[in-house]
């Protein structure tokens, strides 16, 4: 792997001291108008649509997607574009529906949601199910997965450094509160967005110039060569492959891993919307973003966040494609064929000076999502715990003051976890690492959210049962399922496949994980109806709801209307 140049180290310093320079301006800017700790965790009432939608993407858009999903594309294809694609469609969701509900009802954290509706039992124990959640699992993996792209692009030898000046840049931003976090985001995008594109298009010349000999490559003409070669990598429905054993030698082996990472038609139906609809909607670290704003401030800045998501698979899923091609047709020496390294040896590739701007571009995702997590996760153990158990008598000054030590220890906590991999990020598979982990609470979250907005018969008891009984259903689907009831029965079907795991042949027989996703939310929501019908006819924590929070003006169905039209055109196109 070749290691950046000068003008690559000066194109990284010019991005470094820009959003440096102008965080440090919004910090000052904004610190005489700071109204107290609200202000400082959700930028109450300062954040525009353009910085939502923004900040949205930066925060979401992170090594996860970069490695991880780049992986993918190179082991899978475009198929992995789901979960950007659909998300778009949940966004709107989460704009139309959600945030009327928490903003009518002055929702600034999940936790506290869940007091309002239900009780604070269900408060605390989610508060504290986040709070591990964010810091031992995407904190880690954000950091982990970054810190590993950008080592490889150096040549390697310098990972522990990279993480720890990783962390000092996200805690710089993070400190500065939400204001500070929102208002860099939009650099951070813009950076995120440039670089992505330019990685791709000289990405595409690349194949353009190996694949067919171009002396002068055409990033048109090698997307041509990308469909041409990899037709396979092309599609976003994948088919059922023959339930059998297989080898690591036999075409199903790969179909068989291939799937149970995307059961084709069949994660349409529960597992995909179940992952957007909780992360999008049900997640602090996304909603953070919103909850500060007006209605339509809200409404536009994440429908722009949806439009713009309809781009990224290009950023992200394109240059792993890219790498599948140049590397079964020989021509990507410095590549050792594991997925979650596919980026970075097509940032290998690139010339001097856009080669540091596609790391810049990295690190700017990374450095964004590290400081909108650990800012969630200050905000929920300050305003959930730390207020509510600990000091119920504190000042703003003193919730602040926790905040920012919450960030720090957050951080240190996670450089922990990443410093040996002890979670095993890297053998899981950054992407599916955290796709799959995160699963295992998304069906009780959801199905707790989404009966509590729109049901109100449901208690705080069905809540906290659903919660526990959703991540028992994920487990057992999971681990013992199979062994209980065998490969296949009515509801899902196993695959058995065999995978190289530190030099060694392992043999896994699974369900899919968003199959299992889907029936532990179906189940857990018919336990909660079932247990709610023992309550009260109608809860009196339920919120009301009036059908005219749920109307759009014109401006915002125009929006609408044309990530529809877009995404429809993609899914005829790639079907």
């Not at 939502?52 to 991880?68: H, P, T, V, Y």
């Not at 929702?107 to 239900?118: D, S, V």
């Not at 021509?331 to 390294?341: I, P």
């Amino acid at each position: 792997m070749g290691k950046l140049s000068t003008s690559d180290f000066v194109i990284f310093l010019i991005y470094f001291l820009v959003v440096t320079v102008y965080g440090l301006w919004i910090y000052k800017r904004k610190k005489s108008k700071t109204t107290g700790s609200k202000d400082y965790f959700l930028a109450e009432g300062s954040l525009t649509w353009w910085a939502i939608g923004a900040s949205l993407i930066a925060s979401n858009i992170s090594a996860e997607q970069f490695i991880g999903m780049s992986g993918e594309g190179f082991f899978i294809g475009v198929a992995v574009a789901v979960y950007e694609w659909l998300a778009a469609i949940a966004l709107i969701i989460i704009a139309v529906w959600f945030i009327p509900i928490y903003l009518k009802n002055k929702i600034y954290t999940m936790p506290q949601f869940l007091e309002t509706r239900y009780n604070k039992s269900v408060s605390l124990i989610m508060a504290i199910f986040w709070l591990f959640l964010y810091v031992i699992v995407n904190l880690t993996s954000i950091l982990y997965l970054g810190a590993v792209a950008i080592d490889s692009l150096l040549g390697g030898g310098h990972l522990h450094i990279i993480m720890v000046v990783l962390l000092l840049m996200a805690l710089f931003i993070g400190l500065g509160g939400m204001k500070v976090i929102g208002y860099t985001d939009v650099i951070q995008v813009t950076v995120l967005i440039i670089g992505g594109f330019a990685t791709v298009y000289m990405a595409l010349q690349v194949v353009d110039q190996r694949i067919n000999g171009a002396a002068v490559g055409n990033a048109l003409t090698g997307l041509d060569t990308l469909l041409k070669e990899a037709p396979g990598h092309f599609k976003l429905i994948l088919d059922k492959p023959q339930v059998t054993t297989t080898t690591l030698s036999m075409p199903e082996n790969l179909a068989a891993q291939k799937y149970i990472a995307l059961p084709g038609l069949a994660m349409y139906f529960a597992g995909q919307w179940i992952v957007q609809l909780n992360y999008w909607g049900c997640n602090q670290y996304i909603t953070q973003r919103a909850l500060g704003a007006d209605l339509k401030t809200a409404r536009i800045g994440i429908l722009f966040a949806g439009f713009l998501k309809l781009f990224m698979p290009v950023i992200v899923v394109l240059p792993g494609i890219a790498a599948y091609v140049l590397y079964t047709k020989g021509h990507l020496s410095n590549f050792n064929g594991v997925k979650d390294s596919a980026y970075s040896a097509m940032l290998g590739l690139l010339p001097s000076g856009l080669k540091g701007l596609a790391v810049a571009a990295l690190t700017a995702a990374i450095v964004a999502s590290l400081a909108g997590k650990v800012n969630s996760i200050s905000t929920i153990f300050t305003l959930d715990i730390y207020k509510k158990y600990l000091k119920t008598n504190t000042s703003e000054i003193q919730m602040v003051r926790t905040g920012r030590w919450a960030i720090i220890v957050a951080m240190l906590i996670a450089l922990v976890f990443t410093w040996t991999d002890i979670l095993g990020i890297g053998g899981e598979g950054g992407f599916t690492f955290i796709q799959k982990y995160t699963g295992f609470i998304s069906p009780g979250v959801f199905a707790m959210f989404i009966l509590g907005m729109f049901w109100k018969i449901t208690t705080g008891t069905a809540a906290i049962v659903g919660v526990i009984l959703g991540f028992l259903l994920s487990i057992f689907f999971n681990s013992f399922a199979v062994e209980l009831f065998g490969k296949e029965t009515w509801i899902y079907t196993a695959f058995t496949y065999e995978k190289l795991e530190n030099g060694a042949v392992k043999t896994i027989t699974e369900i899919p994980f968003l199959i299992n996703m889907g029936w532990s939310f179906f189940i857990t929501v018919a336990v909660m109806v079932l247990l709610s019908f023992f309550g009260p006819k109608v809860n009196p924590k339920a919120f009301t709801i009036d059908k005219n929070m749920f109307k759009v003006d014109n401006r915002t169905l125009f929006l609408i209307v044309i990530i529809v039209l877009l995404l429809t055109a993609i899914y005829v196109r790639f079907w």
